[in-house]
């Protein structure tokens, strides 16, 4: 059975945005697989890191470093991209409310 045309144009939509180029400094998290659902927690994240790559391949292997230093090579289609936490606190402007009763 072949896909519709609107899902395979969704697909090349979707596929297009998905960026699995990494760069030296860039962080990422790593897909662990031998976690399990079941002992671990639903939500427990199934994602390692935050790591940093030191550098990418042509045909997908990226050398990552740890907190300790050590350098291991992973495929790069168990990687994402590590997006850091925003910590600064947007000033909000105070909005009083009145409430007018016809009573």
Same mark, same amino acid.
């Given at each position: 059975m072949t896909m519709p045309r609107f899902i395979k144009r969704v697909k090349r939509w979707h596929d297009k +945005?998905?960026?699995k180029e990494f760069t030296p400094g860039d962080?990422?998290?790593?897909? @662990?697989? +031998?976690v399990k659902?079941?002992?671990h927690g639903k939500l427990?994240?199934?994602s #390692?890191?935050?790591? #940093?790559v030191v550098t990418s391949s042509s045909h997908g292997a990226v050398t990552l +470093?740890? @907190?300790e230093g050590t350098l291991f090579k992973v @495929?790069?289609?168990h990687l994402k991209l590590f997006l850091e936490p925003n910590n600064e606190l947007e000033e909000?402007? #105070?909005i009083t409310l009145f409430l007018i009763s016809n009573s």
């Open positions: +945005r998905i960026k962080k990422v998290l790593l897909f @662990n697989s +031998r659902l079941f002992g427990q994240s199934k #390692e890191g935050p790591f #940093e +470093r740890n @907190n @495929n790069g289609q909000v402007d #105070e």
